[in-house]
């Protein structure tokens, strides 16, 4: 509607113009000051482009979560994943029966994702949801964190278990503007295999994202205070990424890992939505929805606005 609005005017202002100079009624300054006016801020608007995105730790399906297990939960996990109107997901915690569920649900929404064990479908998958009639798949692909980062089912370092990052490469279908978006999930024990991975992750997103926006989610399972953290914007590096919290305009909610219970106030903050520099973080959103005391996954998802 907005892109509609100024296009009538662009179209209005041409000829009212054109009308001027071929009346030699516009002298040489005031056509400068008519085209910086009404065309600058046309193209300007016409550049900019907004996206919601979001990340969102679902908890792996399991029969010890008892009250909270998966069977009951999952229409509420997709209803909460439906209602944000993110364009983009990127999801963590998703074993093959859960994202067979999420995909058949999630109508409209084409989707990435492997599981990490063979690079298949066995084990969990950091899944990528996006909106196909906003954006195009142009290609994806799978990382390990590991010194061997092309060998499926890998590990290295101090981690407990097999971590990914999965990606793809999109292509916003009204503008064709291109971006990369990654999404990853962090071991849980390991803290020089986080420190390491973080790094690795930054220097895949180096080589494969020359000059192209890129958003990285997940849940990194990291503090703020951490040396990991502290990597994320290091401007020593070869490379930086920005919180979106940190620089966003409006920000609603904060921490993201509080647990099941929605009454515990012992929650910490390691679930992020990074962003190179290409980007403006308009709205930073914590969804802290929750039913009969509980919410819907142990983590909490957090939703973006950016804009670039």
Same mark, same amino acid.
């Given at each position: 509607?907005?892109?509609?609005?100024?296009?009538?005017?662009?179209?209005?202002?041409?000829?009212?113009?054109?009308?001027?100079?071929?009346?030699?009624?516009?002298?040489?300054?005031?056509?400068?000051?008519?085209?910086?006016?009404?065309?600058?801020?046309?193209?300007?608007?016409?550049?900019?482009?907004?996206?919601?995105?979001?990340?969102?730790?679902?908890?792996?399906?399991?029969?010890?979560?008892?009250?909270?297990?998966?069977?009951?939960?999952?229409?509420?996990?997709?209803?909460?994943?439906?209602?944000?109107?993110?364009?983009?997901? +990127?999801?963590?915690?998703?074993?093959?029966?859960?994202?067979?569920?999420?995909?058949?649900?999630?109508?409209?929404?084409?989707?990435? +994702?492997?599981?990490?064990?063979?690079?298949?479908?066995?084990?969990?998958?950091?899944?990528?949801?996006?909106?196909?009639?906003?954006?195009?798949?142009?290609?994806?692909?799978?990382?390990?964190?590991?010194?061997?980062?092309?060998?499926?089912?890998?590990?290295?370092?101090?981690?407990?278990?097999?971590?990914?990052?999965?990606?793809?490469?999109?292509?916003?279908?009204?503008?064709?503007?291109?971006?990369?978006?990654?999404?990853?999930?962090?071991?849980?024990?390991?803290?020089?295999?986080?420190?390491?991975?973080?790094?690795?992750?930054?220097?895949?997103?180096?080589?494969?994202?020359?000059?192209?926006?890129?958003?990285?989610?997940?849940?990194?399972?990291?503090?703020?205070?951490?040396?990991?953290?502290?990597?994320?914007?290091?401007?020593?590096?070869?490379?930086?990424?920005?919180?979106?919290?940190?620089?966003?305009?409006?920000?609603?909610?904060?921490?993201?890992?509080? +647990?099941?219970?929605?009454?515990?106030?012992?929650?910490?903050?390691?679930?992020?939505?990074?962003?190179?520099?290409?980007?403006?973080?308009?709205?930073?959103?914590?969804?802290?929805?929750?039913?009969?005391?509980?919410?819907?996954?142990?983590?909490?998802?957090?939703?973006?606005?950016?804009?670039?």
């Amino acid at each position: 509607m907005v892109r509609n609005c100024y296009a009538q005017q662009r179209s209005i202002f041409i000829v009212a113009i054109v009308i001027m100079f071929a009346n030699n009624l516009v002298q040489p300054m005031t056509k400068c000051l008519l085209y910086l006016l009404f065309f600058m801020p046309i193209v300007l608007l016409a550049d900019s482009i907004d996206m919601a995105v979001m990340t969102y730790n679902i908890r792996m399906n399991t029969p010890t979560d008892g009250e909270n297990a998966w069977p009951k939960r999952k229409e509420w996990v997709v209803d909460v994943i439906t209602q944000s109107s993110a364009g983009i997901v +990127g999801l963590q915690e998703v074993k093959p029966e859960q994202k067979k569920y999420i995909v058949k649900a999630m109508k409209g929404y084409g989707n990435y +994702g492997v599981g990490r064990d063979n690079g298949s479908a066995k084990g969990e998958h950091c899944l990528i949801l996006y909106k196909e009639s906003q954006y195009e798949l142009l290609d994806s692909g799978t990382i390990w964190l590991s010194e061997t980062p092309n060998v499926p089912g890998s590990k290295s370092w101090d981690a407990a278990i097999t971590r990914i990052a999965s990606w793809v490469k999109l292509q916003h279908k009204t503008s064709g503007r291109e971006f990369f978006f990654f999404n990853t999930h962090f071991d849980h024990k390991g803290q020089e295999a986080r420190y390491q991975s973080i790094l690795l992750l930054k220097s895949k997103i180096k080589d494969m994202a020359v000059g192209l926006p890129v958003i990285v989610v997940g849940d990194f399972n990291f503090r703020p205070d951490s040396k990991p953290y502290a990597e994320i914007n290091n401007a020593l590096a070869d490379y930086v990424l920005f919180d979106s919290f940190t620089i966003a305009q409006h920000k609603d909610g904060e921490l993201t890992c509080c +647990g099941f219970d929605a009454s515990n106030k012992n929650c910490s903050r390691i679930d992020y939505v990074l962003v190179n520099n290409a980007f403006k973080v308009i709205t930073y959103k914590v969804i802290s929805e929750s039913r009969n005391g509980s919410y819907p996954s142990d983590h909490l998802p957090v939703v973006c606005k950016l804009r670039f």
